[in-house]
């Protein structure tokens, strides 16, 4: 069964930065990409961030210049860097890893942004 842990959601004031963290107990030669979603009280979950094995990313509109997420493929973990934080950007961020199978999410962190 795979297994994926977030750490790094918090609170942070406008302007401000974090760093999420997921690692998954996978395969690596199983993963076609990894990512970030997340969901807004009232809203659906969104993209955010995802990254393939290759390397390219695709960014959400509202994050581009803000956000940027990196893959570390020798120990299956991805980060997602955020800078510039909007009080908008408060969520739930959902981790994410679809390998050539099937997709699987973590828990998700709540990520507050104040004004």
């Known amino acids: 069964q795979v297994h994926l842990v977030e750490s790094g959601g918090g609170l942070v004031q406008a302007g401000g930065s974090l760093r999420l963290s997921c690692s998954a107990s996978v395969n690596i030669y199983s993963i076609k990409s990894m990512g970030w979603y997340r969901q807004a009280p009232g809203k659906e979950r969104e993209l955010v961030a995802t990254?393939?094995?290759?390397?390219?990313?695709d960014y959400a509109d509202s994050v581009k210049g803000r956000f940027t997420i990196a893959r570390d493929n020798a120990k299956s973990t991805v980060d997602l860097q955020m800078n510039s934080l909007k009080p908008e950007d408060t969520a739930v961020y959902y981790c994410?890893?679809?390998?050539?199978?099937?997709?699987?999410w973590g828990q998700g962190t709540q990520v507050t942004v104040s004004s």
């Open positions: 994410t890893v679809q390998t050539y199978l099937s997709t699987y």
């Open positions: 990254i393939s094995r290759t390397g390219t990313t």
